[in-house]
């Protein structure tokens, strides 16, 4: 279902569902409703699109971790005290720029869930913005390098 809303000229909410006009229902599929309510709706939608963003920022650590060997990037970080000089090192950054890649997404999270009009990147916008691996002395090699 993909709400949309309108305010008429005299600031009454109205709120619809766009699939039952692409459907052609033969009644007015429009509902009046409370700024309230359409605020509860946008809560839960933005709540619903970080869930699905914090997938996708788990899936780009992971996938960048798998490029250099690694099954995922918990399993390279556990490899902090190996005695194994490379691993050791990719360790210490995986575990820094993940952890600067989550800080700046619940940063980034928080002022849009408290914003009035909260404002969701996509995936691919998020992840352009965030810390990137190289920051933080990650370099990509040969597994097992």
Not at 47 to 55: G, R, W
Not at 118 to 143: C, D
Request: net charge negative; aromatic share 12%; glycine share 4%.
């Amino acid at each position: 279902m993909q709400m949309k809303y309108y305010r008429d000229p005299n600031d009454v909410v109205w709120g619809y569902d766009e699939a039952q006009i692409d459907m052609g229902y033969p009644f007015d599929p429009m509902t009046q409703m409370t700024d309230d309510e359409v605020n509860a709706h946008f809560a839960a939608t933005s709540a619903e699109l970080i869930s699905a963003l914090k997938v996708s920022v788990q899936q780009w650590l992971d996938t960048t971790a798998r490029a250099s060997g690694y099954d995922s990037l918990a399993s390279c970080a556990s490899y902090i005290n190996s005695s194994v000089t490379q691993w050791a090192a990719d360790a210490k950054a995986a575990i820094a720029w993940r952890d600067a890649v989550w800080q700046a997404c619940f940063a980034q999270w928080s002022a849009a869930q408290s914003a009035t009009s909260p404002v969701i990147p996509t995936a691919a916008a998020l992840i352009a913005e965030l810390p990137q691996p190289a920051t933080y002395g990650w370099t990509a090699h040969a597994a097992g390098a």
